[in-house]
C-alpha cells in the first residue's frame, strides 16, 4: 500500500504509462481487478484524511475569517483617522503660512500668485472666470435629474472636475452600476445613467467634503484603477476608466479638499477680525442725530457681546469631527453643551447662523453615527446595558424619541436572536422551561434598562408598553408553536401553560403586568386544545359504549382494587369503598369506571388553564361529555330486559348522578370561584335524556 502511494504521489508519475505497464503485467482479469480495489482503498483513504485535515482545521478556518473580518474594520479605522491627521497637518500648515502672510504681506501676494494659476489679473478677468465656470456647472446640472433643489445656486459654488466611474460592491467587489460623477470646490454629486436617454442622469447622492475621505485600493488583477470614497459609517468604491484618470481623480480631490479647508480658514479669520464702524453720511436734519447714534451703537454692541475669535469656537467644528472618529460620543455632546450654554442668551447674528449651520452638519453625523450603533446589525451580545452609552448621547441631543425607538427595535431584534438559538428538546416541557427563562429575563431586564435610561421622558412608556405587546405575541407564536401545533398531551399543555403564567408573574416585580396579554394570546390555542380532547374522550366513551356488556368489574388482585381505590380517591370519590365488594370484584361496570377516570381528569387539567375567558368553552365541553355517558345508562335501563342487568345498570347510573356529577360541579366551582347552573341542572335532573319508551334505537 505504501509502495503504490509513493508511486502515485511521484512528480513524474504518468498515467497512460502506467495502466499499459500494469496490463502488460497482469495474468488476468482477477489481478486487475485486485489492483483497481488497492487504489480504491488508497483512494478512500486519501479521502477520508483529508476530511479529517478539514475537520480539524475547520475551528482555525473559521477564528481566522473573524480575525480577518476584525482586520478590516481596524484597518478601515486607522484610514479614516490617518486620512483625519493629515487634514489637521495641512491646516496647520496653511495656519502658519497665513501668518507668514499677515507679517511679510509682500511675501504673501508672491507665494499666492505662483501657487494659483488661475489667480485673476484684475476685477473684469475675475468676473468673466466667474461666470464661466457658473455657466458650466449650470450646463452640466440641467442634465441631472432631481438635483436642483439640492444644490441651489450660490456665487461661489463652480464645477472642478466629473468624469465617468463604474461603481462596486464593496464586499463581494461585483459591479453596481455605472455612474457620473461632478466634482464642485464644496461637494461631490453622483448620478446615475438613465437608460435610453445618451448625456442624461438622475440624481443618487451629495457629498459635502468636509466629511469625505479618499483610499486608494491597491490593483488586484482584474481589479484594478479603483479608489474609496469613505462617508462614516459608510463607504463607496468606483473604478475608473484607466490608471491615468485614476490618478487624476486621486489629486484632484485631495487639492479641492485642501483649497476647501484653506478657503473656510480663511472666512473665518476674516470674520473673527474687528470691522471698523462705517462712516454715517452728513445730514442736514438735526433730529437724525440720535437715531443714527442709536443705529451705530447696536451693531458695535452685537460685535462685542457674540465673540467667536476664541480658540475652542474656532477648532470646535474639527474637534468634533475628531471625537466623532474616535467614538469618543459624550466628548461630542459635552463640546456641543458647552457652545449651546455660550450662545444661549446671545443675539443671532451672521457669522452664528453659518457656526450652527457648521455644527449642525456634525450633529447630524453623530446622529447618525449613535443610530448606527443601536441598529439591530450590530452586535447585540452584552444584554441592554450596552446600548446604554448611545441612548444616553441620543437623549441629550434632544432625539428621546429616535432613542426610544432604536433601543426598543434593538432589543426586539436581541429577544428574537436568543430565542431562535434555543435548541429543540426532545421534551416540550424542557424546551419551554428554556423559552420562558430567556424570554421573560431579557424582558425584565429590557425593563429595567428602559427604567435607567428614559426615567425623566414619561412619553416614551406607552412605546415600552407598545412593544412590551408585540414582544408577547414574538413568544406566543413559538411557545403555541411548539406546544399546541405539535399536538401534546392537554396535561402536557397544561402544565406549560402553568410555566408561563409563574414567569410572567416576575413582570410585576417593576409593575408590569402582562397576564391579560398573555391570556388574550393563548385562548384561540387553548380553546382548540379543550375542544380537541375533548372530542377525543367523546369518542372513547362511544367506543366503550359499544362494547358494554354491563358486568361487574373483577380487578383479580388485592393490589389491584387499592390502587384503583387511590384513583377514584384522587379524582374525588371518597364513598368509592361501598361500590366494591368480595374478592376484588367492583360493583360498577369498567365503562362507567373509566369514563369517571378520564373525565375527572380532563376537568384537573382544564382547570390549570381557565381564565374567564375559556368558562363559556369548558362548561360546555363538561356537559357535552357527560351527556355521552348518561345517554348510553338511560338507553340500556330502556331496553335491557334482563333483570339482574337492569338492577345492575340502576346501580351504575346511581353511581353517575349521586356521586360523579356532585364531584364534578364541586371541583368546577372550587376551581372557577362560582357554581355552574348547567351542572346543577344535570344533577338534579333524575334523567338526563327522556327516551320514548317504545324506542330500542340508541341517540348517541
Avoid at 163 to 182: K, N, T, W
Wanted: net charge negative.
Amino acid at each position: 500500500g505504501s509502495r503504490l502511494r509513493r508511486q502515485l504521489e511521484s512528480g513524474g508519475f504518468a498515467a497512460g504509462e502506467y495502466v499499459k505497464q500494469l496490463s502488460q503485467q497482469s495474468d488476468g482479469d482477477r489481478d486487475l481487478q485486485e489492483h483497481r480495489q488497492r487504489i480504491q482503498a488508497l483512494s478512500e483513504e486519501t479521502a477520508q484524511s483529508l476530511k479529517r485535515n478539514v475537520y480539524q482545521n475547520y475551528r482555525q478556518f473559521i477564528e481566522t475569517a473573524r480575525e480577518i473580518s476584525y482586520l478590516e474594520s481596524e484597518m478601515y479605522q486607522l484610514s479614516h483617522i490617518l486620512t483625519e491627521q493629515k487634514g489637521i497637518m495641512e491646516a496647520v500648515t496653511q495656519a502658519l503660512l497665513l501668518q507668514a502672510d499677515r507679517d511679510d504681506p509682500a511675501l504673501g501676494a508672491r507665494r499666492a500668485a505662483a501657487a494659483d494659476p488661475f489667480l485673476p489679473l484684475s476685477a473684469k478677468e475675475a468676473a468673466a472666470s466667474e461666470e464661466g465656470r457658473q455657466r458650466t456647472l449650470t450646463t452640466l446640472l440641467e442634465k441631472v435629474e432631481g438635483c436642483r433643489d439640492l444644490l441651489p445656486e450660490s456665487p461661489g459654488k463652480y464645477l472642478v472636475y466629473n468624469g465617468d466611474l463604474v461603481e462596486y460592491d464593496a464586499d463581494h467587489m461585483a459591479q453596481i452600476q455605472r455612474v457620473h460623477a461632478f466634482l464642485m470646490n464644496d461637494c461631490l454629486l453622483v448620478a446615475t445613467a438613465l437608460p435610453n436617454r445618451r448625456g442624461a442622469y438622475r440624481y443618487d447622492a451629495l457629498y459635502p467634503l468636509d466629511g469625505l475621505a479618499v483610499v486608494n485600493v491597491k490593483d488586484n488583477p482584474p481589479m484594478k484603477d479603483m479608489f474609496k470614497l469613505l462617508m462614516f459609517p459608510e463607504s463607496r468604491i468606483f473604478q475608473a476608466e484607466n490608471a491615468k484618470i485614476k490618478k487624476e481623480w486621486l489629486e484632484v480631490l485631495e487639492e479641492t479638499k485642501r483649497n476647501r479647508a484653506l478657503s473656510e480658514k480663511r472666512r473665518l479669520e476674516q470674520e473673527a477680525l474687528p470691522r471698523p464702524a462705517p462712516t454715517p453720511p452728513e445730514s442736514t436734519n438735526p433730529f437724525e442725530e440720535d437715531d443714527d447714534d442709536e443705529e451705530e451703537e447696536e451693531p458695535s454692541a452685537e460685535e462685542e457681546v457674540v465673540d467667536l475669535s476664541l480658540e475652542w469656537i474656532q477648532e470646535l467644528p474639527e474637534d468634533l469631527d475628531v471625537c466623532i472618529a474616535q467614538r469618543d460620543f459624550e466628548g461630542a455632546v459635552d463640546l456641543l453643551d458647552k457652545l449651546s450654554e455660550y450662545l444661549g442668551d446671545k443675539p443671532v447674528s451672521q457669522p452664528v447662523k453659518e457656526l450652527r449651520l457648521k455644527v449642525d452638519e456634525r450633529v447630524r453625523q453623530l446622529t447618525d453615527v449613535l443610530v448606527f450603533e443601536l441598529s439591530p446589525d450590530r452586535s447585540l451580545r452584552g444584554g441592554p446595558r450596552a446600548t446604554r452609552r448611545a441612548v444616553s448621547q441620543l437623549i441629550r441631543l434632544g432625539q428621546s424619541t429616535k432613542a426610544c425607538e432604536l433601543f426598543l427595535k434593538n432589543r426586539a431584534a436581541a429577544v428574537q436572536t436568543a430565542i431562535r438559538q434555543l435548541r429543540i428538546e426532545g421534551a416540550t416541557l424542557l424546551y419551554i422551561h428554556k423559552l420562558c427563562h430567556v424570554f421573560f429575563t431579557s424582558l425584565l431586564e429590557t425593563a429595567r434598562e428602559f427604567e435607567t435610561d428614559f426615567a425623566g421622558n414619561n412619553g416614551c412608556y406607552s412605546a415600552f408598553v407598545v412593544w412590551a405587546r408585540s414582544s408577547m405575541k414574538m413568544f406566543v407564536d413559538a411557545f403555541s408553536k411548539q406546544v399546541f401545533d405539535s399536538k401534546e398531551s392537554l396535561s402536557t399543555a397544561a402544565e406549560c401553560v402553568k410555566v408561563a403564567k409563574e414567569h410572567c408573574k416576575q413582570l410585576s416585580e417593576i409593575g408590569l403586568d402582562l397576564t391579560f396579554i398573555i391570556h388574550a394570546l393563548l385562548v384561540k390555542d387553548i380553546k382548540g386544545a379543550l375542544q380537541s380532547y375533548k372530542d377525543i374522550i367523546i369518542e372513547a366513551t362511544k367506543h366503550r359504549n359499544s362494547e358494554e356488556m354491563w358486568r361487574r368489574m373483577n380487578l383479580m388482585t388485592p393490589e389491584a382494587l387499592g390502587k384503583l381505590r387511590e384513583e377514584m380517591r384522587g379524582c374525588g370519590v371518597g364513598n368509592f369503598d361501598q361500590y366494591t365488594g368480595d374478592d376484588c370484584w367492583v360493583n360498577l361496570s369498567y365503562t362507567v369506571v373509566a369514563f369517571t377516570k378520564q373525565t375527572m381528569a380532563f376537568l384537573e387539567e382544564a382547570l390549570k388553564l381557565y381564565f374567564p375567558e375559556l368558562h363559556m368553552v369548558l362548561l360546555e365541553s363538561l356537559v357535552e361529555i357527560i351527556l355521552v355517558a348518561v345517554q348510553h345508562v338511560d338507553y340500556s335501563l330502556r331496553c335491557e330486559q334482563d333483570p339482574e342487568k337492569k338492577a345492575f345498570i340502576r346501580q351504575n347510573a346511581s353511581f353517575l348522578y349521586e356521586t360523579v356529577l356532585p364531584v364534578v360541579e364541586k371541583r368546577f366551582e372550587e376551581g372557577v370561584g362560582k357554581p355552574a347552573k348547567q351542572l346543577q341542572d344535570l344533577r338534579n335532573a333524575s334523567r338526563l335524556m327522556r327516551v320514548n319508551p317504545e324506542s330500542t334505537t340508541s341517540v348517541v
